[in-house]
């Protein structure tokens, strides 16, 4: 269907790695081939956003990339396999609504085949035409009529989690959305993240490419960075998502948590929201790999003291 990748840290970071290994996954260890697009927070918050109706390992968007080496605090991309809404540039997330003098950048992996509670006028605002850029034009007219202006963290975190809950009978929701001060991920199916530090030490291997770095490197002591994705990119032990589950990070660190309704899974369209069988067998195999060297680590550590 689609896939997610997203990054929020302490200080600008530079995404490469993991979106050079996340777009193989639109054409060569996948099928997510019906663009492509990227979404990174500057000064002041102001956005600046990529898209290509191209596959992303075949896009300028990835040579881009490449190229400018973008370091951001907040960064949204996105490979699109579509299934509602048709193969062209207006169709490609991450999507960028205004709110309270801000810029609101999201991006959604899964399938919706209802909205609740919609107002009817509220398709006449969606440029292009498929289920996701309506749901957060929706949730978006929703945050505008409860808050005059931007609330709190708690209750913003807690409004996105009551709409996210409203439509747990609605279909297939996995998203992020970030302001450029926060980032709220919502899982229905699969979504990981997984928070680093320069105090690690050790080589990080990503799974598509076999692509290898270490990145203590490029790292100052005191940076965290955390990586949000629909399935690891990397060898090393992520955090799965539970459906319902909603989490809020700030400056790399996770702030809130919350687990509300699950949503209920319609069996056709939960396949798509993952990876390839292939993939998927490569990613089971890499976590036995690192669960069994924790496990004779932690032994080693017993029998030493």
Known sequence: MC?????????PTDISFSFEG???????TDTNVDGTGIAFFECNNSVRILKDDKAAYNSYVRNLVRIYQIKSKNIIAHIRRASQGKPKLENCHPFVRELW???????H???LESFP????????KVVGDTDSELFFTHLIDQLQHKFDQKPDANTLFLTVCDIADNYASAGILNFVLSNGEYMIAHCSTNLYWITRSAKEDHLVKRIDDGGVINLSCYAKE???VTIICTMPVTDEKWNKMSNGQTLLFKNGNLKLSYNGTPSVINKKFEQLTGLSTMVQKQIDKEQAVYRTQAAIAAQVQVDQD
Do not use: M
Request: charged letters at 15%; proline letters at 3%.
């Open 3 to 11: 896939q997610i990748l997203a990054l929020t840290a302490n200080a």
């Open 22 to 28: 996340f777009v193989n996954r639109a054409g060569i």
């Open 101 to 107: 003098g801000q810029n609101w950048v999201f991006c």
């Open 109 to 111: 992996n899964g399938h």
């Open 117 to 124: 509670n919609l107002d009817p006028l509220l398709k006449t």
């Open 222 to 224: 005191d940076d965290v």
